[in-house]
């Protein structure tokens, strides 16, 4: 079964974010390597850092570069040099977080092209991992790499959106494209709106692919058998404002076969 909702559902902004966000990223790379020329391809990696909690402070510790770097295995002696003990021993603190992203690359030189961010809690962070995506991101935007980044989350800071500013709405995604640096294009989505297909950029001539997001969610929500996880009959966790609530009481009533709620209730 689908989501009830037209678009994004909101009742997936909880406690089964990850598993979301992962399966999601999985979607993408599935859809766009079978619209991809065969020149490019998607494939997926991760985002290491190490947060500190007693400080806030956090770090990224791996990203892409324009160019993927290759792994050479260790020489004999640098293993030998590696297994020598130290006079002194440390235990760095904090915690290791990991974070999946999806990249299109040109296969044949093995170069980034184009880089997709979907939004998770810690990048919307007033400080910390939110800090640290908005350097990340700022990077992208600086190089020469197309960057596609997609916000289905209506909590926490967003990042900035360029001047003049869009209109604040649920959820967004923006795609930025090499040749038009510094313009951003935005895509404003509502509760109501139903998730668009999005143009992904390539090298500058090449032909733009489509990546449709109701598609994924689709294919993400039935394989996830969310609807079986997800509890309608109650408040999403992230309230909606009363206009969207009162629409998506009607909405699920309908859904679920209920009478519509009063004003006050569920959801």
């Known amino acids: 079964m689908p989501s009830p909702f ?25 859809q766009l390597n079978v619209r991809l020329p065969r020149r490019y391809v998607a494939n997926t990696d991760l985002y290491v850092w190490r947060e500190d909690p007693p400080e806030g402070q956090e770090g990224m510790l791996g990203g892409p570069d324009v160019h993927i ?37 040109d296969n044949s030189q093995r ?8 939004l998770s809690p810690a990048n919307k962070t007033a400080s910390g991992n ?3 995506y908005r350097f990340k991101r700022g990077e992208y935007i600086a190089s020469g790499i197309n960057l596609v980044e997609i ?16 209109p604040v709405v649920d959820y967004y995604v923006l795609v930025s494209r090499v040749s038009e640096r510094p313009r951003l294009g935005i895509w404003p989505i509502s509760v109501r709106d139903p998730l668009p297909s999005i143009p992904v950029p390539l090298d500058p001539g090449q032909p733009e692919v489509w990546l449709d997001l109701r598609v994924a969610l689709d294919r993400v929500y039935a394989e996830g058998r969310y609807e079986d996880q997800l509890d309608y ?12 609530a009162a629409w998506a009481r009607e909405l699920l009533a309908r859904h679920l076969n209920l009478p519509p709620s009063a004003p006050g209730d569920h959801p």
Do not use: C
């Open 6 to 30: 037209p678009g994004m559902d909101p009742y997936l902004e909880s406690w089964i974010w990850e598993d979301f966000h992962n399966n999601m990223i999985g979607a993408f790379r599935a």
């Open 69 to 105: 770097a290759e792994r050479f295995p260790p020489t004999g002696t640098e293993m030998a040099t590696a297994a020598e003990a130290a006079p002194i021993t440390t235990t760095l603190p904090g915690i290791e977080r990991k974070q999946r992203y999806l990249r299109v690359i």
């Open 111 to 118: 170069r980034n092209v184009t880089v997709f961010e979907l």
């Open 130 to 132: 939110g800090e640290a």
């Open 151 to 166: 916000d289905l989350l209506r909590s926490g800071v967003r990042p900035p959106l360029g001047k003049p500013s869009p």
């Open 233 to 244: 009959t109650k408040p999403p966790e992230h309230p909606l404002r009363e206009a969207d």
